[in-house]
């Protein structure tokens, strides 16, 4: 079977399939059009987020058995379309899980202690001990939306907490021994603090919006290592001026490109984000969460090990 690899990725994935037999090519520069035009050659091809995987790029690909996508999400791919041509889908969102789980616990922390804020008053030679008083964890209230591989990460993470974790997601029984599932009514009425870690669709677009936030019994704070087009930015903002919202710790934004890659596309910024990266009271990251040194070989060592387990 010949692999063609788009993105470039931890050295094991390429070595280890090789040692299984497969014959790995990789063009990781040429455009979406050239690679259509070769895909036929190939019985598969690994991507991380390089561009989308539509329709007319999968009526090229007529020997394609699998994809596999260096990640958790699939939403630039077709999934419908390559269902219905038996093409095998491999994500890996158990290769980043933990570093996601971490980095949401980071965000959180570091807004409840201000440490960004102090951090740059003290480069400065400020002493603000009073206006930079913290806020501690304990006795809060952490609501899930989202309790797949990521949502339980997280609430493995809270277990050295006093906090009460609840999560809303459209499957059943999800709930465990971290996490009381619930319904939404009931975790806006009870929620201290927000994340998501939902997947990018249809019902997930645009889903934090002024109504959505306005549905919340208390103030809250808000962290998403999830997907930036969950949340709509300009709403964020007002609530964030307005003091619904305390804080954000935003990992993602709305405005990423969908390779994930840039963040703007074209120079214009937009007058929500301008307020962002001015405020104290949020932390932004450049889509970073499941981006570790770790990460980077469990999720090569993923998608190995499910190729292995389908076709060897």
């Given amino acids: 079977m010949k692999i063609l690899h788009l993105d470039k990725n931890h050295e094991l994935l390429i070595n280890q399939l090789n040692d299984l037999g497969f014959t790995n090519d990789e063009d990781y520069t040429s455009s979406k059009e050239k690679i259509a035009a070769k895909i ?39 999934c419908d379309c390559a269902k219905s041509k038996n093409i095998k889908l491999i994500s890996a969102p158990e290769g980043n899980r933990n570093a996601v789980g971490e980095h949401s616990l980071g965000l ?21 001990r009073e206006d930079n008083r913290g806020i501690e964890l304990d006795g809060k209230t952490i609501g899930l939306i989202g309790y797949g591989n990521m949502g ?44 998501l870690h939902t997947p990018q669709t249809e019902d997930t677009k645009q889903m934090v919006n002024a109504n959505f936030i306005n549905r919340f019994s208390k103030e809250f704070w808000l962290i998403n290592t999830a997907r930036g087009t ?31 890659e840039n963040l703007f ?9 301008k307020y962002l990266i001015n405020a104290d009271n949020v932390i932004l990251s450049p889509h970073v969460a499941g981006w570790t040194i770790e990460s980077k070989k469990k999720l090569a060592q993923t998608i190995v090990d499910k190729i292995k387990d389908i076709f060897s």
């Avoid at 954000?248 to 390779?259: I, Q």
């Fill in 40 to 78: 036929h050659l190939y019985d598969g091809f690994i991507i991380r987020s390089r561009f989308k995987i539509d329709k007319t790029f999968l009526d090229k690909a007529t020997n394609l058995k699998f994809i596999g996508r260096v990640g958790a999400g699939l939403e630039n791919i077709d």
């Fill in 265 to 273: 596309s074209n120079n214009k910024m937009p007058e929500a984000f």
């Fill in 152 to 195: 339980k990460a997280f609430a493995k993470k809270l277990r050295g907490f006093d906090v009460k974790v609840l999560c809303y997601d459209k499957k059943p029984n999800v709930g465990d021994e971290n996490c009381k599932q619930v319904s939404l009514q009931t975790l806006q009425q009870n929620t201290d603090i927000l994340s």
């Fill in 230 to 260: 969950s949340v709509v930015t300009k709403d964020l903002v007002k609530s964030l001026k307005s003091g619904k919202v305390l804080g954000a710790g935003l990992d993602v934004l709305e405005y990423e490109k969908s390779s994930f």
């Fill in 108 to 128: 959180l922390l570091s807004l409840f202690n201000k440490l960004n804020k102090a951090d740059k008053e003290v480069r400065k030679g400020k002493w603000m």
